[in-house]
């Protein structure tokens, strides 16, 4: 059938889907989907460099991007969040998006000048994000 | 009275006991609740906003501080995994008064006696004292070339009685100690955890004490060490290093995220399950995969 498929390929439909590239497209991930992200900076940017003295630079890192619909598998979300995406996007679009936010974090060692002029070596919990999820 | 004699048989200067408790006698002066003075880490401190400066620490005792950071920490601020204890605070006080009370003899190695008072202000009621540590070191970096053996004499003074109370008899504690100079040596640190411990557990305010050092050549090490002048150099009035666990929630506890972290399916309840099981854990590990696979 050299006709009917040389026919067929005129049709713009039937061309776009045999161009694999685009067709692969559907199956990517989104590019911009929830992941983890640097952010250095030094605490003379949060203004608290008068009293911590180390470290001296600090990355809390942060998560963002879009929540895919298929959370479960990928981000260990409960189904809630899959019922809310689908409530968004079927029912009411007032009712937000699953937001992607920090399942875990990791402690920071901070050295600090205390009012007194006295020095303290403190270690504090949940200051760097280690992994996002969607909820 | 019972309390007083008591005492007055420690500050005779006997050797303090093991299991004594001398502090037991001891009731907290001010009473004072300090559950509210606990930092909050990171609120701006309120004397900034109040624009009062805070008070620049000791540069001394700032070198000490940054250098035990990095053995604790890395350039990131991520903490070392090696390093396993319980503390997750430790805190470098520098005295807020001192004065020479004897002027000793540099060249018989008997050193200046030193009336030191340590303000615990800044040690909130959520942390708990694991260890202290005295930390002495000189005012230039002296090189030995023989060991010294050194004793030295600390007498705890009760911090200024209010009229009513009787004023109490000070407690001395006699702590021999040998340390060994070697080049450059900078640091000294002198354990004072049985000392101190009852005083920061009964939150004083402050802790007021006189010190003092003899030093002689250790005569084991060099025979020959008796003649020939001896001058020892002097000592820098000493910093008080205090180890704390603090039990705040904003401050990561290594013991708890670790016992937590090992078993993630292991919720408190079933903990207690798994406790009662008469097989132990293993047990309960095979029993739960069994109940997994039907």
Redesign the interface.
């Known amino acids: 059938g050299q006709e009917t498929a040389s026919s067929k390929l005129k049709d713009p439909l039937v061309a776009a889907s045999f161009n694999l590239s685009e067709y692969f497209k559907q199956f990517l991930f989104p590019q911009n989907e929830c992941e983890l992200h640097d952010f250095r900076l030094s605490f003379s940017q949060l ?2 460099d ?2 911590i ?7 809390p890192r942060y998560c963002k991007g879009d929540c895919p619909r298929a959370v479960g598998h990928r981000y260990g979300s409960p189904v809630h969040t899959m019922v809310q995406n689908i409530i968004y996007e079927k029912l009411d679009s007032s009712v937000p998006r699953p937001s992607c936010i920090p399942a875990k974090y ?6 600090a ?16 994000a280690t992994k996002c999820t969607c909820r | 009275s019972q309390a007083s004699n008591g005492e007055a048989q420690i500050a005779a200067g006997a050797e303090l006991e093991p299991e004594a408790e001398p502090w037991s006698l001891l009731q907290s002066q001010d009473g004072r609740d300090r559950s509210g003075l606990l930092p909050s880490p990171f609120n701006v401190p309120s004397d900034e906003q109040g624009g009062t400066r805070r008070l620049q620490p000791d540069s001394r005792a700032l070198r000490y501080m940054k250098r035990l950071y990095k053995a604790y920490a890395t350039k990131e601020g991520i903490p070392k995994s090696d390093r396993h204890h319980l503390y997750n605070t430790i805190r470098l006080l520098t005295p807020c008064a001192q004065h020479r009370q004897t002027l000793g003899n540099q060249m018989t190695g008997i050193l200046p006696s030193l009336d030191l008072l340590f303000n615990l202000d800044s040690v909130p009621a959520l942390e708990h004292l694991l260890k202290s540590v005295f930390l002495y070191t000189f005012n230039n970096s002296v090189s030995f070339p023989s060991a010294v053996k050194c004793m030295c004499n600390m007498m705890i003074m009760e911090p200024k009685s209010s009229s009513k109370t009787v004023p109490r008899a000070p407690y001395s504690f006699t702590f021999n100690s040998k340390f060994e100079f070697r080049k450059k040596h900078k640091w000294i640190e002198i354990d004072v955890t049985t000392l101190l411990q009852p005083l920061v557990a009964s939150k004083k305010q402050s802790i007021h004490m006189s010190v003092n050092f003899t030093c002689e050549k250790d005569q084991l090490q060099h025979p020959s060490a008796k003649d020939g002048p001896f001058n020892m150099p002097l000592l820098v009035p000493p910093s008080l290093l205090l180890y704390l666990n603090d039990t705040s929630a904003q401050v990561y506890h290594r013991w708890y995220s670790l016992h937590y972290k090992r078993r993630p399916s292991q919720s408190p309840d079933q903990k207690t399950g798994l406790a009662t099981h008469p097989m132990g854990e293993e047990a309960a590990e095979c029993g739960r995969a069994s109940r997994h696979r039907r």
């Open positions: 203004k608290w008068n009293w003295v180390a470290p001296s630079r600090y990355n990791s402690p920071l060692s901070v050295l000048i205390e009012p007194d002029g006295s020095i303290a070596y403190k270690v504090y919990e949940d200051m760097i």
